[in-house]
Antibody, heavy 121, light 107 residues
Framework: QVQLVESGGGVVQPGRSLRLSCAAS????????MHWVRQTPGKGLEWVAV????????YSADSVKGRFTISRDNSENTLFLQMNSLRAEDTAVYYC??????????????WGQGTLVTVSS | DIRMTQSPSSLSASVGDRVTITCRAS??????LAWFQQMPGKVPKLLIY???TLQSGVPSRFSGSGSGTDFTLTISSLQPEDVATYYC?????????FGPGTKVDLK
């Protein structure tokens, strides 16, 4: 079964760190670019970060640059998002997502169910 | 960075109505434009990519058009199950920004 399953969300204090994981199954994970997208409850979608199939290219949104790092372990079929110096405005559901075909410039078609991160004291 | 805008931010229409949503990029993105549908409480669903190509399984009442900076999503005959928020996304290069969304509900 082709799927993405996020984990690692929870409640964290401002300034602290959290690492999200996205476990991929049912497809050749190492062939695909992967994305993180977030959504503040009741608000719109915000693209967060992207990583190429082999991890050699990465890019993050300005809102998280210098604080969040996307990475992957192709041997474990897992995508990560290391989130440091968390702020209240980082509170959101975080989705991992995969395009339909390999390549950098493709929209995501396969989405996980999301994991909720709440930044609050 | 290229900024994505959408109009209107929300609309109400009757079943059977033709609905049009506009997405604009602040710079040209060729046809690297996707449309997503997000029903309440659900994960986003890809409807259209390459500005006008219907994703497999998406009803033919959905269509997309445009190139460069101006794009349109059209629902030819609105159905009750189309109540959702619709987002455009650019994917020519990073950052792969989304538009702010258009909420569609029934009149």
């Amino acid at each position: 079964q082709v799927q993405l399953v996020e984990s690692g969300g929870g409640v964290v204090q401002p300034g602290r760190s959290l690492r999200l994981s996205c476990a991929a199954s049912g497809f050749t994970f190492s062939s695909f670019t992967m994305h993180w997208v977030r959504q503040t409850p009741g608000k719109g979608l915000e693209w967060v970060a992207v990583i190429s199939y082999d991890g050699s290219n990465r890019y993050s949104a300005d809102s998280v640059k210098g604080r969040f790092t996307i990475s992957r372990d192709n041997s474990e079929n897992t995508l990560f998002l290391q989130m440091n110096s968390l702020r209240a405005e980082d509170t959101a559901v975080y989705y991992c997502a995969r395009p339909n075909t390999s390549g950098w410039s493709q929209p995501p078609v396969l989405w996980g169910q999301g994991t909720l991160v709440t930044v609050s004291s | 960075d290229i900024r994505m805008t959408q109009s209107p931010s929300s609309l109400s229409a009757s079943v059977g109505d033709r609905v049009t949503i506009t997405c604009r990029a602040s710079q040209g993105i060729s046809n690297y434009l996707a449309w997503f549908q997000q029903m309440p409480g659900k994960v986003p669903k890809l409807l259209i990519y390459a500005a006008s190509t219907l994703q497999s399984g998406v009803p033919s009442r959905f269509s997309g058009s445009g190139s460069g900076t101006d794009f349109t999503l059209t629902i030819s005959s609105l159905q009750p199950e189309d109540v959702a928020t619709y987002y455009c996304q650019k994917y020519n290069s990073a950052p792969f920004s989304f538009g702010p969304g258009t909420k569609v509900d029934l009149k």
